[in-house]
């Protein structure tokens, strides 16, 4: 059974950083695509970031290009998501989702599993 | 960027048909994946590849995809269905994932 299991949130200030990390198991996690996700409060699903298996190919949502960093540890089955210049707007339930391309796979892409998600909230 | 458009809400009698829209530039030629996520539950994938459904998605399950508009259709509406209701494509031009605002389905 795919587990994924977030943690790192928490109440941080603007301007502070945080570091989500994601650990995976019940699956081969080197050879899939991973992705953060993110739902502020009563709002509709965001795509934050994705990195491909081989941490070859590396994507962000405009709302946090050059602010949050993605990576995985595919040693320890990790996936992380290092968030600097922290916004009040970036306050939000941040889901680790698998997607089922990767591999080397050619498929068109989409979230196969979810984690529950690790809450941070962004306020002085 | 590619922009999905979804209505914020569809009302259903038990045992209706829900119709839940995805309205998008040409979604008709991309792939599209829906998920449903109930009060305090992460999603989960209901519909990928338009029409497809995951192990243990019931057949009252089913989507299709043309022109403008992509849609998601529930039979035989239950109770247990009430959720928000996602659907999603990649937009291969800028390797994004994009996610419609969401539909609560609402069941009277």
């Known amino acids: 059974e795919v587990q994924l299991v977030e943690s790192g949130g928490g109440l941080v200030q603007p301007g502070r950083s945080l570091r989500l990390s994601c650990a995976a198991s019940?699956?081969?996690?080197?050879?899939?695509?991973m992705h953060w996700v993110r739902q502020a409060p009563g709002k509709g699903l965001e795509w934050v970031s994705s990195i491909s298996w081989n941490s070859g190919n590396i994507g962000y949502a405009d709302s946090v290009k050059g602010r949050f960093t993605i990576s995985r540890d595919n040693a320890k089955n990790s996936l992380f998501l290092q968030m600097n210049s922290l916004r009040v707007e970036d306050t939000a339930l941040y889901y680790c989702?698998?997607?089922?391309?990767?591999?080397?796979?050619?498929?068109?892409?989409?979230?196969?599993?979810w984690g529950q998600g690790t809450l941070v909230t962004v306020s002085s | 960027s590619y922009v999905l458009t979804q209505p914020p809400s569809v009302s259903v009698a038990p045992g209706k048909t829900a119709r839940i829209t995805c309205g998008g530039n040409n979604i008709g030629t991309k792939s599209v994946h829906w998920y449903l996520q109930k009060t305090g539950q992460a999603p989960v994938l209901v519909i990928y590849y338009d029409d497809d459904r995951p192990s243990g998605i019931p057949e009252r399950f089913s989507g299709s995809n043309s022109g403008n508009t992509a849609t998601l259709t529930i039979s035989r509406v239950e109770a247990g269905d009430e959720a928000d209701y996602y659907c999603q494509v990649w937009d291969s031009s800028s390797d994004h994932r994009v996610f419609g605002g969401g539909t609560k389905l609402t069941v009277l």
């Open positions: 989702a698998k997607d089922i391309s990767g591999g080397g796979r050619v498929v068109v892409p989409y979230f196969d599993n």
């Open positions: 019940g699956f081969n996690f080197y050879d899939y695509d």
